[in-house]
């Protein structure tokens, strides 16, 4: 037992390599290969109807090989690699749509830089390039946007700063001035309050409420907003409302609805805990998680 951390501290130099090629071969398969299938087999690969350029990017031959123009990827010199320099739109176009975001862009010159490792050793046939495995439909599928973590984009410079009260409002009104479009005339007090009672709680406002609404809006329209806003999703109708959308996406009943229409029993629990999380305001994670359990 005393040889035990000579044996162990021989074996460290072993273990690296495996790990780190675990590491490569798992960027490749989340990071890379799904952006070739998405935007590249069409053109480059065994399932093409015509291969452009000669080029095929559906194994890693191929892709060493290269096309008429020669090697698409030079292992660890990104700026060799004329894959990389169509994927930026710098040469040939690729793919002609656009180029791809900033981030798949890094993807790539990391990938390549690190080695370009590729764990695709032959060509596959037409049909093999023709069947999607579930790891890279897995991936893309991760790679969708409202699967990614939250980032803080700047916010747009627009023509008309006045018109907004909040950043996000600019984001709209970029979009609108880049189209030559104007905002639309803002909405009175009274129409405000209106939309906001029957899209939060499905009920029209109090005329109490409507008239306090406009004193306060003539006084500081931002902050009356606000705390219109605060009040109304305060109010108990809110969760009754918008549990109701909730229990109509899972078809929720209290009972059968065919010629015997047999009572659910006990739905009612269901349906109050919901506007019980509406008003509660409960996570959307912790709802689906209690969704699960119950």
Known sequence: MRHLPLILINLIPLVTPLAAADTDIEFFETKIRPVLVQHCYECHSAAAKDIQGGLRLDSR?????GGDTGAAVVPGKPGRSL?????????????????LPAVVLADFESWIRRGAIDPRDTPPTSREAA????????ASRKDWWSLKPVRTGPVPEVQDADWS?????????????????KPATSADPHTLIRRLSLV?????????????????????PGTAWLELVDRTLAS????????????????FTETHGNEWNYEVHHAWQFRDYLVRAFNQDVPYDQLIREHIAG
């Open 83 to 99: 894959l990389l320099a169509a994927l930026r739109h710098e040469s040939i176009k690729m793919p002609p749509s656009g180029p």
């Open 131 to 138: 069947r999607i495995s579930w790891q890279v439909l897995l």
């Open 61 to 65: 031959p191929g892709v060493r090989k």
């Open 165 to 181: 009260m909040r950043p996000i409002d600019r984001f709209v009104l970029a979009r609108l001035e880049k189209t030559q479009l």
């Open 236 to 251: 108990p109708h809110f969760g009754e409302r918008w549990a109701r959308h909730w229990m109509d996406v899972i078809h």
């Open 200 to 220: 939060l709680t499905g009920l029209p406002p109090r005329p109490i409420d409507v008239t306090r609404f406009a004193m306060a809006w003539a006084a500081d």
